[in-house]
């Protein structure tokens, strides 16, 4: 049975979503699981600097434990690292809503003129 060049091309397109959305699960299965190890190291590292370091519970809790035995550099390194990760978050999130608006021309496959991506 022939196809037509629409129904193949209709297909294609079909195909290569169905790949993409393949593609982004894979990828947010992973970055769910790096995620959720990365917390976990988080907790085991409080809870052992916790055991560590008899500190009173007052300074426990407080700014100044930060800086506990010289470590102002990790603490700026740390809140820099997360300005950083908070915006290329913002960015990632303006391009894909742009994409998703079709404002730009990534990815757009609705020309009538037949003309390539």
């Known amino acids: 049975m022939k196809r037509t060049a629409e129904e193949r091309i ?29 917390a976990a190291c988080l907790i085991l590292t409080v809870m052992i600097e916790g055991k560590l370091h008899s500190a009173a519970s007052a300074g426990l809790y407080s700014g100044a434990i930060l800086l506990f035995e010289g470590s102002g550099g990790y603490v700026l390194t740390a ?15 303006w391009l894909l809503k742009r994409r998703a608006d079709g404002d730009g021309k990534m990815n757009d496959r609705n020309d009538d003129d037949g003309g390539s991506l």
Request: glycine letters at 2%.
């Open 79 to 93: 809140v820099i690292a997360f300005f950083a990760g908070a915006a290329l978050t913002l960015v990632i999130r």
């Open 10 to 38: 209709a297909a294609l397109h079909a195909r290569m979503d169905a790949l993409r959305r393949a593609r982004e699960r894979r990828k947010t299965i992973a970055l769910s699981a790096a995620d959720i190890f990365l």
